[in-house]
């Protein structure tokens, strides 16, 4: 069981809160803005980073990510005494066909959705490809992506989902609030200036849908594909001002802003295309036994 791998490590309450404290720092700050500044604050901030060249500006947002990422792995493995591995998956090794298959697949289905949504109206949409520009994003994206995605599942969906899951002794408690606090700590997100607190909804319910991913799957790399993938489209494919990365897309949107009709949209791809995802990949990796996964309680004797 996924949650059960925290009971190979020393899981001393001061360990994990120096851990937790640690690698949340960057989104404790997100919060802590999102809170104390003021809409015209939070403009003008994001108005100064749009100065910034946007592969630039690319580089000055995840570079941190990979230094968090890798202050977590130590943390795991020489504070709490436990491997990668177990933070990973319950398996005897990362199953590396997975995170190609979740990658795929969202990228598979961003792709048709943009095609359609394209093909019905345009009129908004601005072809922006530059070749030298796109092809350093692409490389960075790449290359950096990985870290950012990584810091968010191995933090959320692995460290926190695991200690307060061996906490509470249960699965649903730490599905939900490591899914609300995935959704609060992005918070500082331009969207969400944009579109207002609403779009929390749709945070919230990407990180149950990765959380519903990790649990029933009994690892992380059905959710580290799929972010991975998600993360790539909305990089790479299209871009706008309001986005929370600007960037030298192949699209650029650059109709007038209807924070309303975006909201709508978000919340479709949680109540549609959300359980399609969870449904094809039920279908391919025969999950079954779902109610004691999501939200049994914790063998109290692990067997590892």
Do not use: C
């Not at 959320?156 to 408690?173: A, D, E, S, T």
């Not at 007038?256 to 109540?271: A, G, H, K, R």
Request: hydrophobic share 55%; charged share 10%.
């Amino acid at each position: 069981m996924f949650i059960e791998q925290a009971y190979k490590g020393n899981n001393t309450w001061w360990r994990v809160l120096i851990t937790a404290a640690i690698t949340m720092g960057v989104f404790i700050m997100n919060l802590i803005m999102f809170l104390i500044l003021s809409k015209e604050d939070m403009a003008n901030a994001y108005d100064l980073m749009k100065q910034i060249p946007n592969n630039i500006a690319l580089v000055m947002n995840l570079l941190p990510f990979a230094f968090l990422l890798g202050i977590l792995f130590l943390l795991v493995y020489f504070l709490h005494q436990r491997s990668i591995l177990s933070l990973t998956t319950s398996r005897k090794k990362i199953d590396y066909r997975r995170i190609l298959f979740s990658f795929g697949l969202i990228i598979f289905i961003s792709l048709v959705g943009f095609a359609i949504s394209y093909s019905i109206d345009n009129s908004n949409i601005k072809w922006n490809f530059n070749p030298i520009n796109f092809s350093i994003l692409f490389i960075l994206s790449m290359i950096l992506l990985p870290f950012q995605i990584g810091l968010e599942e191995y933090l959320f969906r692995g460290f926190l989902m695991q200690q307060i899951g061996i906490v509470v002794k249960n699965r649903w408690f730490p599905l939900v609030i490591t899914s609300v606090l995935f959704g609060l700590f992005h918070s500082a997100n331009p969207e969400v200036a944009e579109m207002g607190f609403g779009v929390m909804v749709f945070y919230i319910g990407t990180g149950l849908l990765l959380g519903i991913m990790t649990l029933m799957d009994e690892g992380l790399e059905l959710s580290l594909g799929f972010h991975l993938g998600n993360n790539l489209i909305a990089a790479t494919l299209i871009t706008s001002d309001f986005s929370a990365l600007q960037t030298d897309a192949v699209f650029k949107y650059v109709g007038v802003q209807n924070p309303n009709e975006m909201l709508n949209e978000m919340i479709v791809s949680i109540v549609i295309t959300y359980p399609i995802i969870l449904f094809i990949l039920a279908k391919k990796y025969n999950w079954t036994n779902w109610k004691q996964k999501l939200t049994g309680k914790l063998n109290l004797k692990p067997s590892i």
